[in-house]
């Protein structure tokens, strides 16, 4: 992968993982990042060895957005800037490979319009809705590596309407407070999915004998 100024780009077998890196600015996205950003999605359509795109900042800030000192309000309006700037969005939400979005600390303006443009969270806001969890908690953007780490099974996308590489789907009871998973029903393929009515009886019964220990755990 090329050197760029302000992201720094490393791949792991089939997944690039750009660092937003300005951090004398606090990642604030520039003129030179909305073209490396450009430049790189480009690449990365274009690889056949990459799957998966994982945009980051560091661990106390993801971006705080777009760098006023060259979109300042007291200046002439940057059209071409501006208009670059959501030419990348675009490139971003249209590219045909995974992409996330994994946002730590401070995430402002154009940082919430880069998450966006990902299409970890649009996919689980829309399977949240149409599947009616609106109690329960949808996870998303888990990225590849760590998903084998967690025990769940990765796929390959077959046709049009599904990402080259994805995350096979789980339910996890897990206690409020301090995480303890106390069940997990993981699936390894699309079409396999537990009866909500099993799981929601065993769930009862856990919460009816107050969350003993959980068993499994060998």
Known sequence: MRQYETLKVVQEGDVVTAFLDRPDARNAINMRMVNEL???????????????????GSPDVFTSGIDLHEFAAHEKRNIYGLQKWEQVCRELERLKKFTVAAVQGECTGGGFQLALSCDARERGERAKDQWGLE?????????????????????????????????????????????TLYAAWVQS?????????????????????????PRGSA
């Open 135 to 179: 109690n329960l908690r949808v996870g998303y953007g888990i990225e590849p590596e760590d998903a084998r780490k967690a025990g769940l099974y990765i796929s390959e996308g077959r046709g049009k309407d599904e990402p080259q590489l994805f995350t096979e789907p789980a339910v996890l009871l897990v206690k409020p407070g301090d995480g």
């Open 38 to 56: 450009s430049h790189l999605i480009d690449a990365i359509d274009d690889a056949k060895d990459v799957s998966v795109l994982v945009l980051r």
């Open 189 to 213: 393929q699309p079409r396999a999915r537990p009866h909500f009515e099993e799981v929601l009886a065993a769930a009862d019964k856990l919460i009816e004998r107050g969350l003993p220990a």
